[in-house]
């Protein structure tokens, strides 16, 4: 019932089932992204690189649809914010979606990842219409494949892991990249501004040559 009425509230056009497949929702305090973002941080060793007050303050600056479930728009948006403040991520791996394909289950996923570079990969999949993140690490192709779920800072470590193939609930993969750390870091263009910045500039610079 409760996916009925976020669905009505959203007021969107598309029909329930694909409105839920696009947001990732699934978590009890709906913060599976940064759940998964956070885990994956703190597995590279800079759990603190990314916060929550970061997040927050940027959601403040998206459509209210935003409370109801994450977009991969949203992520997109989430990570070119990071790159203009120069946080040291390696951001020509994080933009890219590896997984081309939305059909895929636990096997698939498994066999998938099974040729990834060793790494930490945020992982969007699915069940039943709704999304849900985590993070995949890879040891190697070929080798140990681990999950890392259910991210709660109280805790030391502050995630499950569990071994891949126990994420048996996953029905489809929506996408995955990758979150690697560079260091020294720098935006080529410094804290580079928004589009919408540009328009308001632009607009005001021709509102004084009147």
Request: charged share 25%; with cysteine; proline share 4%.
């Amino acid at each position: 019932m409760q996916d009925v009425l976020t669905w009505k509230a959203s007021g969107t056009s598309e029909s329930i089932i694909s409105y839920h497949k696009e947001c990732d929702t699934a978590s009890a305090a709906g913060t599976c992204f940064m759940d998964a973002f956070r885990s994956a941080l703190y597995y590279l060793g800079q759990p603190n690189l990314v916060t929550m007050e970061m997040w927050d303050a940027f959601e403040d600056t998206r459509p209210p649809e935003i409370q109801n479930g994450v977009t991969r728009e949203d992520v997109t948006a989430f990570f070119k914010l990071l790159q203009r403040q120069s946080v040291p991520l390696y951001y020509d791996r994080l933009m890219v979606n590896l997984h081309s394909s939305s059909s895929a289950n636990i096997e698939t996923l498994h066999d998938f990842c099974k040729t990834l570079d060793a790494g930490a990969y945020i992982t969007s999949a699915g069940e039943d219409g709704l999304a849900h993140c985590f993070v995949v690490i890879s040891h190697g192709p070929g080798k140990r494949l681990i999950a890392l779920d259910s991210f709660d800072s109280k805790r030391d470590p502050p995630m499950v892991v569990i071994p891949l193939r126990y994420q048996q609930w996953i029905k489809h993969v929506k996408w995955i990249c990758c979150v690697a750390l560079q260091s020294g870091y720098q935006c080529r263009n410094g804290k580079r501004k928004s589009k919408t910045q540009h328009k308001r500039e632009k607009r005001l610079k021709e509102q004084q040559q009147q």
